[in-house]
């Protein structure tokens, strides 16, 4: 069974730095990716990259936010500086547009 364990959120003031992991339980997955989730509103995407390190981004976080994947070690990360306000959300791990983690919670905030 495919199992995605995220860590690495909490609360962080505006302008600050948080780095995400998920680990997962195997590494043939193609694609892994990092979506967020408020309240109400619709899971949208972050950040996807491919097996061979392809990269892409949603414009909300372009230039602040660098997603990374270790598979020696199984590893996903987000990396995100900058961070604002309108960042706070459940940030969720995903692969193969398939399989999810249960979501970590990053607070930005004063």
């Known amino acids: 069974q495919v199992q995605l364990v995220e860590s690495g959120g909490g609360l962080v003031q505006p302008g600050g730095s948080l780095r995400l992991s998920c680990a997962a339980s195997e590494s043939s997955f193609t694609v892994m990716a990092w979506y967020r989730q408020v309240p109400g509103k619709q899971r949208e995407l972050v950040a996807v990259i491919s097996s061979v390190g392809n990269t892409n981004y949603a414009d909300s976080v372009k230039g602040r936010f660098t997603i990374s994947r270790d598979n020696a070690k199984n590893t996903l990360y987000l990396q995100m500086n900058s961070l604002k306000p309108e960042d706070t959300a459940v940030y969720y791990c995903?692969?193969?547009?398939?399989?999810w983690g249960q979501g970590t919670l990053v607070t930005v905030s004063e």
């Open positions: 995903n692969a193969n547009w398939k399989y």
